[in-house]
T-cell receptor, first 111, second 115 residues
Framework: EDQVTQSPEALRLQEGESSSLNCSYT??????LFWYRQDPGKGPEFLFT???AGEEKEKERLKATLTKKESFLHITAPKPEDSATYLC????????????FGTGTRLLVSP | DVKVTQSSRYLVKRTGEKVFLECVQD?????MFWYRQDPGLGLRLIYF?????MKEKGDIPEGYSVSREKKERFSLILESASTNQTSMYLC????WGGGLTDTQYFGPGTRLTVL
């Protein structure tokens, strides 16, 4: 059974204090690993898709990396507007485009 | 930009009522999905559809049904709402992608409370 575990559950940073969020996964035949950002009371907003180990993608202060067992979302010099819950999901080769989500990391960036 | 809209942001219903949640996407996506999101449980797939009039059960279909009469519209139906169906409901859509991977884009969500 495909599984995703995100850590930490919650993270508090000062503005400018860089850190990383972890997404560990087990999946039979990874088709894709997805990162989403979710603000309170809203739907998830797509950030990145990673397809194979060694792949990296960047967007502003965010950089996602992928190994065969985990993915990291690196946040460089975060700002208060980066405060949100970050969700990781995997898509394996069982089940039509089925995404398995982790429970997310709640990030709070203080000014 | 992909746009997925949901009919209501907040909904309050009584136990036993029939509830309709509607989702519309404007990107001509073949696939549409309904999830529910609960604290500590993450997002769980209820139903999905890969074509008009086609539907497949997800992980937690009990107590729900769906309807897809037009490509852009996917409805979730709670036949007889119960308090354990109080949740955030999220709709998503994606391209067919040959049945393989493609990014799912989410709507804003409907927070349903069943009293």
């Amino acid at each position: 059974e495909d599984q995703v575990t995100q850590s930490p559950e919650a993270l508090r940073l000062q503005e400018g204090e860089s850190s990383s969020l972890n997404c560990s996964y087990t999946v039979s035949g990874l088709r894709g690993l997805f990162w989403y950002r979710q603000d309170p009371g809203k739907g998830p907003e797509f950030l990145f898709t990673l397809y194979s180990a060694g792949e990296e993608k960047e967007k502003e202060r965010l950089k996602a990396t992928l190994t065969k067992k985990e993915s990291f979302l690196h946040i460089t010099a975060p700002k208060p507007e980066d405060s949100a819950t970050y969700l990781c999901a995997v898509q394996g080769n069982t089940g039509f485009q089925k995404l398995v989500f982790g429970t997310g990391t709640r990030l709070l960036v203080s000014p | 930009d992909v746009k997925v809209t949901q009919s209501s942001r907040y909904l309050v219903k009584r136990t036993g009522e029939k509830v309709f949640l509607e989702c519309v996407q404007d990107m001509d996506h073949e696939n549409m999905f309904w999830y529910r999101q609960d604290p500590g449980l993450g997002l769980r797939l209820i139903y999905f559809s890969y074509d008009v009039k086609m539907k497949e059960k997800g992980d937690i279909p009990e107590g729900y049904s769906v309807s897809r009469e037009k490509k852009e519209r996917f409805s979730l139906i709670l036949e007889s709402a119960s308090t354990n169906q109080t949740s955030m409901y999220l709709c998503a859509s994606s391209f067919w992608g040959g049945g393989l991977t493609d990014t799912q884009y989410f709507g804003p969500g409907t927070r349903l409370t069943v009293l």
